[in-house]
């Protein structure tokens, strides 16, 4: 067995695992990378990680610093992993609708927590900007900027993507999975196309973000809404930029939980809702593509950060979501 004392390489090199369901469900082979099996337990850590080795490298923080960041919460849950590994403080701007869970690990990982009202990208006090002026006012402070840093595409160009194809002996067909900063599709798009031009990028967009119709129609429009967390955007971001787009489907909520249901009652993973969006947008490619094809798509975090939502009865019920069998007596 593999011993290190370097914590920060336990990021990526995550596990593939072919999913038995979505692939007979499909007629094809479905393989999910389990990014809930890195260190913060999702696959945000690997963004966290080279935007910090990024920004060092360019002399932009010095020993001591402070990470500001707007985020969804497992960006800042990555950011505050990798900022107490490497002596840096970690300030996290996070809408409050996201789950409780969220909040109450970043606390207790010893970041600063600044919660504001969701509101639209236009508005100065939503937590993208929010974020940008904490990290202008703090001294030796960088802003880790997510959305708009491709250290955070990098990351899955030269990891996530690499390790996908490597685990899969240079076999695939197809490649899906939703949209939050564009880091994971454009990055993993772009370092599988360059192994392979013939390998089919889609996109799996929940209802509520703009992307859909822009990779179908030209158009930034979005219509109804999701529960999901940390995806669904509403504009081209730097990430998402020449992002290797072929094909694009739309996810609802209802689709991606029946696969959350399953993927837990049949296979033993406990999952968010991004992660069941991810495969149900995965049964779809592989339905498109043909029997006999092989297609991998993104686990994104764990389960246990949503025991207050996604698998909490009242929860479902006050969304209108159904509620898995074992639930309805809790
Ligand atoms: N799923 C979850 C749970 C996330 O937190 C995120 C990150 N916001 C994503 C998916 C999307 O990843 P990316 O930012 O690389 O598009």
């Avoid at 993927?263 to 809702?273: D, F, N, Q, S």
């Avoid at 969006?277 to 029997?291: D, F, H």
Wanted: hydrophobic letters at 40%.
């Amino acid at each position: 067995m593999h011993v290190t004392s370097d914590t920060l390489s336990l990021i990526g090199n995550t596990p593939l695992v072919r999913l038995k369901g979505p692939s007979e469900a499909a007629g094809c082979d479905i393989y999910g990378k389990c990014e809930f099996a890195n260190p913060g337990a999702s696959v945000k850590d690997r963004a966290a990680l080279f935007i910090v080795r990024d920004a060092e490298a360019r002399g932009l923080i010095q020993p001591g610093g402070t990470i500001v960041e707007g985020t969804a919460g497992n960006t800042g849950i990555g950011l505050a992993l990798v900022a107490n590994a490497k002596g840096y403080k970690t300030i996290i701007v996070m809408p409050e609708t996201q789950s409780r869970e969220k909040m109450d690990t970043l606390r207790a990982l010893g970041a600063e927590l600044v919660l504001v009202p969701a509101a639209p990208y236009s508005n100065p006090g939503h937590f993208v900007h929010t974020s940008r002026r904490i990290a202008e006012e703090t001294p030796n402070a960088i802003w880790a900027n997510q959305f708009d840093n491709i250290a955070n595409r990098k990351a899955h160009i030269i990891g996530t993507a690499e390790e996908i194809w490597a685990q899969m002996d240079g076999r695939i067909d197809g490649f899906t999975c939703a949209a939050g900063t564009g880091g994971t599709i454009a990055g993993v798009g772009l370092g599988l196309k360059a192994r392979d031009e013939n390998v089919c990028i889609a996109l799996s967009d929940p209802h509520g973000a703009a992307l859909y119709n822009y990779y179908a129609h030209g158009e930034l429009k979005a219509e109804g809404s999701s529960v999901a967390e940390g995806i669904g955007q509403g504009r081209i971001t730097a990430n998402l930029e020449g992002a290797p787009i072929d094909t694009q489907f739309r996810i609802s909520d209802e689709e991606g939980m029946e696969w959350v249901r399953r993927l837990l009652a049949e296979e033993g993973l406990c999952l968010g809702l991004s992660s069941g969006i991810n495969v149900a947008g995965a049964v779809q490619l592989g339905r498109q593509l043909g029997p006999g094809k092989r297609i991998a798509t993104i686990l994104c975090d764990t389960g246990f950060r949503y025991l207050s939502t996604l698998y909490n009865r009242q929860w479902l019920e006050a969304k209108g979501l159904p509620v898995p069998e074992w639930l309805t007596t809790t």
